[in-house]
């Protein structure tokens, strides 16, 4: 059932909607200003409060309208009457606008892009296997110019379509620096806004290897889980986990199984033969996944004993 009250609400924020074929509401977008109403938003009532909205041509995009509210600033009465008809307690000190992680301003689209920059990050994707649905879905861009001049951009947004990091890698051969990261915490759930957390997660270490794994991936940005995280797994429904890191971190990821599966989640330790899951690609990882199995503690032990 489509919750008209809330409809009416969000037309007084966004100006009044048009109702698409598929039910939904779209406006126009704030954030990309397009001439057309391309911010779509689902009022289907449901109990978790959730009314996911997206931009299908900036890609802004969120589950819940607190958050869509709180970009544009709404007013603390909008929040207020927004809390009663989600059903959703929202504090009055929640409603104040923090200043978060920005994508670079240099920052640009790939996809449809004509620019001889554009082309030569877009040629380092494919070499990359990165699909053009995954550079849409991940909003993946470039810079040309600035800190992060000639390196392509994979931002990460965590539940709620906020952007939470980013990951910057140069596309030039022999680079001289490879990667730059941004000057903010690591310790976040990076692409948390595709993880379905009730169905098998798998960790891997850079955002390549999860977007050539294509399913419910996470990348550590690194061989270490961070506290946001594992507090996340650890209180989630997901009894399924597959460890991917590379060869020379064996011990880091023993370390994870052995946390994990204290914690009473069925572990799986992929071995992953020299390669990363970018290198190995998607139809040769899944394989390995599917030939892996779950560890107990006779063979944590035993891989455990075979590193001293």
Sequence with gaps: MVNELLINLVNSVLGVGKRTSKGNQAYHCPFCNHHKPKLEINFTENKEGINPWNCWVCNTKGKKLYYLFKKLKASPEK?????????????????IVEEKIELPKEFKSIINNN?????????????????????I?????????????????????DENGELNYFISRSFEKDAFIKYRNPDCSRDIIAFELFINWSSPLILCEGAFDALAIKRNAIPLLGKNLQKTLLKKIITSEVE???????????????????????????VYLVELEGKDPSEMGFSYFTKLIQNTLPLDEYNLMERKISLI
Excluded: W
């Design 79 to 95: 929040f207020q009457e927004l809390g009663k008809l989600t059903k959703t307690n929202i504090k009055v000190d929640d409603i």
């Design 137 to 157: 879905k991940y909003n993946i861009g470039y810079c040309a110019f600035g800190k992060y001049k000639n390196m392509v951009i994979i931002p990460s947004y």
């Design 240 to 266: 399924k986990i597959y460890i991917a890191l590379d060869t020379d971190a064996i011990r880091q990821a023993l370390q994870h199984c052995e946390y994990l599966m204290n914690q009473g989640k069925k």
């Design 115 to 135: 620019d001889i920059i554009a082309k030569k990050a877009y040629k380092y994707l494919k070499e990359r296997n990165v699909t053009n649905e995954d550079i």
